[in-house]
């Protein structure tokens, strides 16, 4: 499976984005997908998760209640609304995945497809 991170960009804090991790070559309702971020210097994080089944989901705790995972499998489409945006949220954000993995987990390892990334900037 092909992922296509888009939908990010430079925002003010406070505000809103919402990112799509589009999929083609499979069908994207049998994979697991997970958003993570990677700021400068730092290590990637998971940020957030959503199962194949969408029975499960997981959050960081940095962005719970401010970031919401969904997915369209009709529009083979994964997003993550992100609200109430901070300047610790700038990093460039990924979307990955891996084919029915039970559980939404937040371990990069896990996952072994990976979009290209999307830089959100949050300024203050």
């Known amino acids: 499976v092909q992922l296509q991170a888009s939908g990010g960009g430079l925002v003010q804090a406070g505000g809103s984005l919402r990112l799509s991790c589009a999929a083609s070559?499979?069908?994207?309702?049998?994979?697991?997908v997970g958003w993570f971020r990677q700021a400068p210097g730092k290590e990637r994080d998971n940020v957030a998760a959503?199962?194949?089944?969408?029975?499960?989901?997981r959050y960081a705790d940095s962005v719970k209640g401010r970031f919401t995972i969904s997915r369209d499998n009709a529009k083979n489409t994964v997003y993550l609304q992100m609200n109430s945006l901070k300047p610790e949220d700038t990093a460039v954000y990924y979307c990955?995945?891996?084919?029915?993995?039970?559980?939404?987990?937040?371990?990069?390892?896990?996952?072994?497809?990976w979009g290209q990334g999307t830089l959100v900037t949050v300024s203050s």
């Open positions: 959503i199962n194949w089944g969408s029975s499960s989901t």
């Open positions: 990955a995945a891996r084919f029915r993995l039970t559980i939404a987990t937040s371990s990069p390892s896990t996952y072994n497809y």
């Open positions: 070559g499979r069908t994207f309702s049998d994979y697991t």
